[in-house]
């Protein structure tokens, strides 16, 4: 129940396109769905974060969309970059519980030139 | 603002030793993690603190591992003796305190590997 999974596990994308990450829940009491970008050899960065009293969340280029029904949510990258190639994790935490984050597996995203 | 700072970098040991990684958090960040991050998953959370005592270490596997945080402000995880299933990066991250939700600011990890 503690769960959270995340697929595609790796995705190419050229420049310009759309890429799009799928994560699913089964816990009801999780209520912070943040996403992580990660780069080799560094840790995870926060990209965007969303909690379920909104459908969507939308910063710069990225969204995040929603389905608290499905307990399903989703990142969005409009016109990808190369230089978003990395690691995109899921995550999702517990209400009071901080920053106790269970993540997802990982999708490794390739932006070609 | 400064980062989560993390040492070693890089530990290689033989099963059967002991190693130690420390970590100091973001000043004023009240809660503090442990994550391991095994190569090609995402973080699984180890330990949490608040300030200088545990809330959550239901998944660290106590016949080997320990941690401590004192004062409140640096904080040491110790494997003793590792296992070669215990080659992973380690990550510490911090956050305010609150119940609310925040983000955590991670490290760069120890990647640690046990031959």
């Known amino acids: 129940q503690q769960q959270v999974k995340q697929s595609p596990q790796s995705l190419i994308v050229q420049k310009g396109g759309i890429s799009i990450i799928n994560c699913a829940y089964e816990?009801?009491?999780?209520?912070?769905f943040p996403w992580y970008q990660q780069f080799p050899g560094k840790g995870p960065a926060l990209l965007i974060a969303i909690r379920p009293d909104v459908s969507e969340k939308k910063e710069g280029r990225f969204t995040i969309s929603f389905n608290k029904s499905a307990k399903q949510f989703s990142l969005h990258i409009m016109d990808s970059q190369p230089g978003d190639s990395a690691t995109y994790f899921c995550a999702a935490s517990p209400e009071t519980s901080g920053s106790r984050l269970t993540f997802g597996e990982g999708t490794q995203l390739t932006v070609n030139p | 603002e400064a980062g989560v700072a993390q040492s070693p970098r890089y530990k290689i040991i033989e099963k059967r030793q002991s190693v130690a990684f420390w970590c100091n958090p973001i000043s004023g960040h009240a809660t503090l993690y442990w994550y391991q991050q095994i190569l090609g998953q995402g973080p699984k959370l180890l330990i949490q603190f608040q300030n200088n005592g545990v809330v959550d270490d239901s998944q660290l596997p106590k016949d080997r591992f320990s941690a401590e945080r004192l004062k409140g402000v640096d904080s040491t995880l110790k494997i003793q003796p590792a296992k070669l299933e215990d080659s992973a990066v380690y990550l510490c991250?911090?956050?305010?305190?609150?119940?609310?939700?925040?983000?955590?600011?991670f490290g760069q990890g120890t990647r640690l590997t046990v031959v």
């Open positions: 816990n009801t009491a999780f209520d912070y």
């Open positions: 991250a911090s956050s305010l305190y609150g119940a609310v939700n925040t983000e955590a600011f």
